[in-house]
């Protein structure tokens, strides 16, 4: 069978772009059976992000790979990160990264019992913020990078980014104010259960403690409530106070939410050393009685005598 001379010069010429674009180095195992084009050429994905998955309002951190999968290395890798709504970040977002090995360096410089070459790769991390209305569901982000700076060549990559609601909100209410302490009402008001529960009076002027300022809870459901009491004595010109609700949302981070909660108390209550201050007030206001009604009866005894004899020689003048 004769093969034209056309059909020949094309299967040469295809021969040779691909000899020149890819190479197999069969003599590497982690290289063996793959295909690596001849120039710099980056991967990227996305490790992880902290925490997961993230929360509208919240802030969280994302580490994203870079590899060079070319046989060349990139002279000088740069690395920029675009974010649109529902995201943003104080940090820079340029990376100058510099000289990127490619895979063939990153073979000469494999270990013995290396499994995974990490000369070629390059690991970045940024601090990104949620808007507070962000929308759950997944939302991206997007990584530019360039292999020779910005004339070198381009890579657009899209990592998603999975926002849920995993956090709650708590209604917080004095019920009620005595020498017995004052009680507070908490309920979960938001859609997401809350574990580990802790609530505490913050530290403010006018606010007399005799006990812990904070409580455990426990675990508190979606509409669940319950009441927690403590030994405090807020002065009469104390109009609120802040309560600090601290709880582990659904995806396992420990939040903090504080709480301004008005309060009306009739008098002032009183615990522990007050009410003995205060007994010992009463005792101090009660003692004149019993000290004037003794000496009214010592004073009884003392005139007796001389009363018996008046009234003894006014008998013998009748």
Known sequence: MRISSFVLAFILLLASVNAAVYTVNVSDP????????????FEVETLKY???????????????KVDNAGQNDAPNAVFNLVLSYPFSSKDELRTEYGRLPGVV??????????????????????????????????????LNSYTNGNGGSQYSTKLPISIGKTKT?????????SDQGTTFAIANAGENSATAVTIKVKDQQGIAFNGAKSSIIGNLASGDFTTVNFQMAPSREVKEVTIQVSYTDRAGI???????????IARAASTG??????????????????????????????????????????????
């Open 50 to 64: 902290d925490p997961y998955p993230v929360s509208p309002g919240d802030s969280f951190d994302v580490w994203i």
């Open 273 to 318: 050393a007050q009410a003995a201050q205060q007994q010992s007030q009463r005792n101090r206001s009660q003692s004149p009685s019993w000290v004037y009604g003794l000496g009214g009866f010592a004073a009884g005894l003392v005139l007796m005598p001389a009363w018996r004899r008046i009234r003894r020689k006014k008998n013998e003048t009748e």
């Open 169 to 177: 909100d708590f209604d917080v209410v004095m019920q009620d104010s």
């Open 105 to 142: 360096s990153a073979t000469k410089n494999q270990q013995p019992g290396e499994t995974d070459m990490q000369v070629n790769q390059a690991i970045l991390k940024y601090r990104i913020k949620v808007a507070d209305d962000a929308p759950p569901g997944a939302s991206s982000i997007v």
């Open 30 to 41: 982690l290289s063996a059976g793959r295909f690596f084009p001849t120039d710099a050429k």
């Open 254 to 264: 420990r939040n903090t939410v504080e709480k301004v909660v008005p309060i009306s």
